[in-house]
């Protein structure tokens, strides 16, 4: 049986995790879900450590965020997550975005193993990851599909991966690639986000060189990053 199906965590927003709004950065977001994450993994006996041993590792490979309110500077949230079970290749994990007892955002995630030599992926099968006590309980109701492509796209900008975007694992981050699209968007938009989703395709490592593209269908704002040899690194839409 899992120790903690579901677990819930306090977080406290700091000046330096608030926008230039006051309101809770989304790349800060993005790294409270992957504590929450690896929080909850270690409990349930299925986290970085076990898989380290493994010689393996989780890797982030789909997310979308939904947020009727973003939490401003000093406020007090949770974050609740819980396991949902596996959809092919994919872990699924869910969370909840809390303040006040009201849920104002929430969050579906897609995970996948990989091996640390190979980088190829593995069967979460192998690891006992089909379990009946994960929680069913779907945060969003619609399953993550492949963000569609524009065949418009115009070049925001180019940019260096450097030693602050990597983590333990020797790739960029996924908050990395979340600020990085937000520079983007923030540029030259305000609208308020309610919705962010993500695919990520491919690795960036250090050194490595990215260009971002960026389409608006309607109220829909697509974006691409490629890498310096032209291909897909993530795909993103912002509503």
Known sequence: ML??????????IKSYEANRYGKLSLHTFFHYLQECAYLNALSNGFG?????????????????????????????????????????????????????????????????????DSRRPKRIDQYQFIRSDFIPDKAIERKLEKIPLGSDSTEIGKRRVYASDIDVNGHVNNASYVRWLIDSFSENHNAQIKSFEINFLRELVLGDRFTVLEEILDSTYLYRIVNDKGQKVCLAKIQ
Do not use: C, H
């Not at 120790?3 to 406290?12: G, H, L």
């Not at 997550?81 to 809390?98: H, Q």
């Open 48 to 116: 970085y450590e076990f898989l380290e041993r493994e010689n393996a590792y989780w890797v982030l490979t789909r997310v979308l965020v939904e947020i009727d309110e973003l939490p401003k500077w000093n406020d007090e949230i949770q974050i609740r997550t819980w396991p949902r079970g596996a959809d092919g290749l994919f872990a699924v994990r869910d969370f909840e975005l809390i303040k006040d007892g009201i849920i104002i955002g929430r969050v579906s995630s897609y995970w996948m193993i990989l091996d640390r």
């Open 3 to 12: 120790k903690s199906p579901s677990s819930t965590y306090n977080f406290s």
